[in-house]
């Protein structure tokens, strides 16, 4: 497969271009200004592309011509837990937050549309904080807010894209450690991968849109 990953340079983004460099797939692995650990690896099979998600530029690098497999993985938390709360939240963190979390996936796939191979496949990585059925702790407003709105848009996504062939879901990728949570996560990055890899080779058996967790339990929201 090709195979394109936004927000490739470290984590879980990183995480995946390994899992599918290792299966043998051709991978295009997005960074926005530092290839991070992406400069750790030697393969044929990658391939580097600056993009910056939060803004309405090209990427800079040869994209695919056709595009098995997308991964919106790019995305922020934001301010920490106090810079979210009801009291200190700003609009600028909130837009800041949205931009990349919510709109940048939205970007993506409106650069990358004519791209999309039938029978082709977008994960769209969102979070378990982004579902209100799921919210009973409060706070976290902006990525929250972020996160719930990629959930949305990712539904759209799927009955819009449908006509072309394009299956679209999305995930959760569980409590990873990450530099995003200083590495207080439950579980490692090569579980939440491997996990995550796992329910898209299988995506055509949920619904399209669906939120769905690692572990391939639906997420209500």
Not at 52 to 68: M, R
């Amino acid at each position: 497969m090709d195979i394109l990953i936004t927000g490739a340079a470290r984590g879980i983004g990183l995480g995946f271009v390994r899992y599918y460099i290792e299966q043998g797939h051709q991978v295009w692995a997005c960074y926005r200004s530092d290839i991070g650990g992406l400069g750790d690896i030697s393969s044929k099979q990658l391939h580097l592309l600056r993009w910056d998600v939060s803004c309405d530029d090209a990427p800079y690098g040869e994209l695919p011509a056709t595009i098995d497999l997308l991964i919106n993985n790019a995305g922020i938390y934001g301010p920490g837990k106090d810079g979210q709360s009801l009291s200190n939240i700003t609009s600028a963190d909130m837009l800041a937050v949205f931009n990349i979390d919510c709109v940048g996936p939205l970007r993506v796939v409106q650069r990358l549309q004519s791209r999309l191979a039938h029978g082709s496949v977008i994960a769209n990585i969102s979070s378990k904080m982004g579902s209100s059925a799921d919210n009973n702790s409060g706070g976290t407003y902006a990525y929250r807010a972020a996160k719930a709105g990629l959930i949305i848009v990712s539904k759209s996504m799927a009955v819009d894209l449908a006509p072309q062939g394009v299956h679209v879901i999305t995930l959760h990728p569980g409590w990873v450690r990450t530099d995003m949570v200083q590495q207080t996560g439950l579980i490692d990055v090569s579980t939440s991968v491997a996990g995550m890899a796992t329910v898209i080779a299988s995506a055509r058996s949920y619904d399209p849109g669906q939120f769905i967790a690692f572990d391939g339990k639906p997420i209500p929201y």
